[in-house]
């Protein structure tokens, strides 16, 4: 039984499409992320939601829009993909306290040519 | 702002040697700190966590202490296997940030047969 489960896995779509990266967690967790890892593997916030409400929103090109439909899933939609996206996107969930630590998913690569 | 400095890799041992991977951070509150490991193609896993002062977090043989006098929170193990071959990250979160956990740049680590 996962807990944070993403799809797609893989992703490889063409400069100037739009594409989305849907994540679901059964853990019953208030809070969901989603991170960016570059190929030298360092790890970058994109976003967080508490309970559907977006709490963090860091510098991220407007290209980028995530959706929370309720508590359990937190989407990824990415406009007009650029070269520079191609990255590992994880979603992650806690229960939002400092001393929680995140359950991952296991990334979706995606890779835009 | 918060940060997390650990040593650069890639590291390489031999089975069986003794491993320490340095970590120290920077933050303004007292944020609980944790090492996470990720395998090859694989989302990241919560190793060991310790969210207060001369806490220690153990697992899988792996140990760290938070060091507030040092503001330290090295991992170690006595004796490494090949499975042990992954990329470790050390991070911090707390409460200033919104609980958003800030990640180190990873350390790749390889242990020779």
């Known amino acids: 039984d996962t807990a944070v489960s993403q799809t797609p896995k893989y992703l490889v779509t063409q400069m100037g499409n739009d594409k989305s990266i849907k994540c679901e967690q059964n853990?019953?967790?208030?809070?969901m992320y989603w991170y960016k890892q570059d190929s030298k593997k360092f790890l970058k916030i994109m976003f967080s939601?508490?309970?559907?409400?977006?709490?963090i929103n860091e510098t991220v090109p407007n290209r980028f829009s995530p959706k929370s439909p309720d508590k359990a899933h937190l989407n990824l939609h990415i406009n007009s993909l650029e070269l520079g996206d191609s990255a590992v996107y994880f979603c992650a969930s806690s229960q939002g306290e400092p001393g929680d630590g995140y359950t991952f998913g296991s990334g979706t690569r995606l890779t835009v040519v | 702002g918060n940060s997390v400095t650990q040593m650069e890799g890639p590291v390489t041992l031999s089975e069986e040697a003794f491993l320490t991977i340095n970590c120290t951070y920077t933050?303004?509150?007292?944020?609980?700190l944790f090492w996470y490991v990720q395998y090859p193609g694989e989302g990241l896993q919560l190793l060991l966590k310790?969210?207060?002062?001369?806490d220690k977090g153990s697992n899988k043989g792996f140990e760290a202490t938070y060091r507030k006098e040092t503001t330290s929170f090295h991992l170690e193990k006595g004796s490494v296997q090949v499975s042990d071959s992954a990329v470790y990250f050390c991070a911090l979160s707390d409460r200033s940030s919104a609980s958003k956990i800030i990640f180190g740049s990873g350390t790749r680590l390889s242990i020779r047969p």
């Open positions: 310790a969210t207060k002062a001369d």
């Open positions: 933050a303004t509150g007292y944020p609980s």
């Open positions: 853990l019953g967790h208030d809070t």
């Open positions: 939601y508490n309970n559907k409400e977006l709490i």
